[in-house]
């Protein structure tokens, strides 16, 4: 039997969410309740990976019946999920028992006689090291291909990086890939396993928590953008912590890491909503390098912190920010507060934004300024400001990618079309789907 | 004559403190006064690696000297001394003088009739650069083996990362150790050398001391972590500033890199205290990013600073951090500051849970949840809080790392069993040594 | 036509300042007036390395006329012009059709019959990708000097990191520079261009501002040290904010990038005068993770902000900084402060400390204690203090970058004595020019 493998959908070009799912939970009446669960979450619950968790999430005792609980779970609700759907399996650089059992879990799953695999997009590999034992990963995935009828390179294969050889990796990605006797173009998610890395480095907090890591997730991001593939940031275990998450997935943007690891369906909402750009455009203050956001009232920008304080006494202000004072006049004044303010643009500005670069470039002109202006009330005293920033074709693209995301969302997630509508509004989206292209 | 090489301890995991004394010392009656004092120091006081420093810390004019009170000194003492005894040679990646002067004073120590060698576990080669400048030092001391007599491998070698080249040979170590043509396995620890890394870099800073070089300490441990070696931050000259001593070991502890360069006998004592788990648990509140510890009082933790004020109305209650003020109901005051809360775990908590988890999994549960609760004193008013963290096999075997460390530092060091007994006291040492294994 | 070749000075060790004007703007009478007047900076004003730019600065439909006005500009200013001239063309790791646009563009530089070619010192190349896509650059730059009768490697290639393939590219530059097949020791400056790394990696700010990107910055600086270039930082945007600019330069040189983009003349006097010490000594306080600078009044060292407060009763002094309190006696309270504050050398300063350190190496010391002292007054109270810091050959050769780079400065850059001799003194600048050589 040849099945038929077109709607894996490969060309996705972001992923927010990677949600794990225990496969067998004992002692419960059904062992497979939590991923007959997780398989009919929808909208913004529903990840844009879902994985079907046959490693750490589940007791290794549970492991025979998490295989067959897969095979009846993606058989009957597969067709119908939303987003994509990549088992892990059990994996070891150091251990060749556990990569046999890896290997056989795949191959059951691939071949079983439901056809579950028609829904199954890639299998996830945990607690890879070397190229080379990635590569023996990918010729797993090979033969399972082949016994399943599938074609070659169907199957996608996504990593966990968590260990200090499988960093290093990173940086052979990309000529490695391109080698005739490996499939590894099957490649699809980086993502980063922080509490194994943190055991592998031989890492130590005074509190237990992890280290922040930041040169292991810059080295997943660049693997990722030097391979064409996807990065992924590791599991947020403090699940009630929901502004460490947000703060957390604002730094990994900035690294260029768009998705993470989602615990709870909690977080799969707050992981698919934060790398949207807002509705609405506002402003922040930098105060002693944290970021304020201000409140808008009637119109205006208000600072209530007390960080930051302003007397006016006739025409000289006193400026007081953390410990540091000084008297300035009004163009003094303004000055320094445009320069710790900044714009957050919402969706409906970039478009703005984008659409006027457009049209300045058909009319021949390289770079234009954008204008921003605001009036910020600082303890009681208002400020007018404007802020301009040159656009040119780099800049444009730069800003263009929060763009492209929320398009490749609208693309392959029509299950979302009604909150992001109700988000933004129907004018919006439209516009949104439209611009850049 | 085949000296017996039984006394070298190859299988230590962990290395606290790489203390180096000067060879030669002019104008002093017995110019190998340092050596002699060093190589009698016990205890806490005693570092793991000690390194009679013929390169830097020795004037170029005494070198020669230095080389036979190394023998003299090792001779007399080496039998006895509870650490392991690398002493550093000179070498540079650009100076053929320079390598073959380190090759000569191995070759010298290695031959002498003293039998001086046998107590000597390895060899420190500072200013290395790419791989292959390496492989010239491992050469060497393969002839050295040769010459003296001893089994191949035998004799370790370290390196000081002091330049770019080097911190890029990080990366290859891994592939490269496996090599038929070398012996680089004979490896042992990575150290940073981070005052000549900045002249190598060509970086300033405004008052001449060192910039902190995060992805170099980051390169070096990742790289220690890849081959199965063991990582080492350089010096840290400020020997007065004990606090800045236990920051940085902290910061390094978080990046997996245990052990640090000892200028001192202050700062062996310093940094072979630091990594072991304090002997009682505490508390601590994040404020504005940096963490303060909690003073234990009554059984309640309080803070007594002044960037939290909290202030009761009735119901109500104002919490102030730095600059940012809240008004919150009891529920959210309790979450909050659970949320600024972390709890210091102590050897005889870590051995709890670690106990703990160990029941659970005997049991057939993959994941418990452990609680931690306290009464925090903040402002005068007392907030009960109560934290849970899972716990699964990856938190476990990271939560080992401290324990593993422990159990390291007993084994090798038996000159410090009575430091630690007084410290943990004994009930919770003999618990520690036997948890997880 | 041979020509000659004697006016280029691949010499230089440092590149301050990397200044791009636009080839030619569409509306002007004379569409090469910004280059015009840009060849005619000199002194402070005068960038080490212009760049006339035939890429993101000009519009592509005036990039003809750009050629043909760098050609112009060249023949007529280049002679004159106190820096290296550096024209960038087009390129693109992904588009054939730029790459071979970018080697026509240096084609006709090269072989135009006004000579221009003569005071043109390379070219940069930006948008590249792995080394093999720098070989590309390099065989054109090759073809070109044999089309244009110049001696081979006679033109410098300097490239533009922009992409996650570049920045790995930089770990293979100094093994791939030996190989025999290309050209590429002709490599001069690696530049780091974030906007369109920020793109490349698809990284998103809530502002639109550009990420830190701090291990980026490392790579590019690691690189060139290992590879003997010059490291460059990309475009600061925001052209007002001085002190942004100033700040990150700083941060820069503590990577040991000494080199930065600039934008306007403003930028470039800013970017040419920063990495050199200055005049005078200073001392500064580190409060809360940031460093204050104190003002000198008659003699004494003030701090007038007020996040440290100090309050004398009897023998007992209560110390607040920040939100941490503490009552110490007077010995305690200086050795506070003294952890608390640092010095920042002069020029004069340095070159002291480097004088009477060769002094006691000539007279067989390896290491002197160096102290300062001072008057500092905080909230009104006065404190004596005085640090040590030990000086050995590697904390001499560290220092001693500084004054490399002024006497770099000092050789390359006559047009600029006046200025240094104004800012120094004419006793300083001539002994800065002569110590530690």
């Known amino acids: 039997m040849l099945i038929d493998t077109t709607d894996r959908h490969y060309e996705r070009e972001f992923v927010r969410t990677f949600f794990t799912s225990p496969t067998a939970v004992e002692g419960e009446d059904d062992s497979a309740k939590m991923l007959r669960s997780a398989a009919q979450l929808r909208g913004m619950q529903a990840p844009d990976v879902w994985v079907p968790d046959n490693e750490d999430a589940t007791a290794p005792s549970m492991r025979e019946e998490g295989v067959e609980n897969i095979v009846d779970v993606v058989a009957e609700y597969g067709a119908d999920f939303p987003g994509e759907i990549h088992p892990r399996v059990v994996w070891h650089r150091e251990d060749p028992e556990l990569r046999y059992q890896g290997f056989q879990q795949m191959l059951r799953v691939a071949t079983d006689d439901s056809g579950a695999i028609e829904h199954i997009d890639g299998f996830v590999i945990p607690e890879v090291g070397d190229i080379d034992d990635w590569k023996k990963a990918d010729e797993f995935l090979t033969i399972v291909e082949h016994e399943a009828g599938l074609e070659p390179g169907s199957l996608s294969m996504s990593v966990i990086v968590e260990s200090g050889e499988a960093e290093l990796a ?3 990605l990309r000529a490695e890939m391109g080698r005739p006797a490996n499939n590894l ?16 480095m031989r890492a130590m907090t005074r ?18 953008s030097a391979a064409g593939l996807i990065a992924v940031d590791g599991p947020y275990d403090d699940i009630r912590d929901e502004a460490g998450y947000l703060a957390r997935m604002r730094e990994n ?12 369906p909690g977080q799969v909402v707050a992981a698919n909503t934060a790398p949207l750009p807002p509705e609405d455009g506002s402003w922040l203050l930098e105060v002693d390098g944290e970021e304020v956001d201000l409140a808008e009232v009637d119109g205006k920008h208000v600072y209530d912190g007390d960080a930051v304080t302003i007397e006016q006494s006739g025409d000289t202000y006193t400026l007081s920010v953390g ?22 643009p919402g969706m409906d500005d970039i478009v703005d ?3 006027e670069f457009e049209a300045a470039k058909e009319a021949g002109r390289g770079a234009i300024a954008m204008t921003q202006s605001a009036t910020l009330v600082i303890d009681g005293v208002e400020i007018e400001i404007s802020r301009d920033r040159m656009w040119d074709e780099a800049t444009y693209q730069a800003a263009q990618t929060p763009v492209t995301l929320f398009q490749d969302v ?28």
Chains 1, 2, 3 share one sequence.
């Open 410 to 437: 609208y693309e392959h997630r029509p299950d979302q079309h009604e909150e992001l509508e109700e988000m933004y509004g129907e004018d919006v989206v439209e516009r949104a789907t439209a611009v850049g292209s």
């Open 253 to 264: 943007r900035e690294k260029g890491m768009t998705g993470i690891w989602s615990l709870t």
């Open 207 to 224: 509190t237990g928590e992890l280290p922040p890591w930041p040169e292991l997730r810059h080295n997943t991001s660049r693997g990722a």
């Open 170 to 172: 990173l940086g052979d």
């Open 323 to 344: 410990g540091d004072t000084r008297e300035l006049d009004e163009d003094e004044l303004r000055e320094e507060v445009a320069n710790m303010a900044a714009y957050v």
């Open 353 to 355: 934004s984008m659409e």
């Open 185 to 200: 173009e099957r490649l699809f998610l980086l993502v980063d396993g922080e509490v194994d890395y943190t055991k592998d």
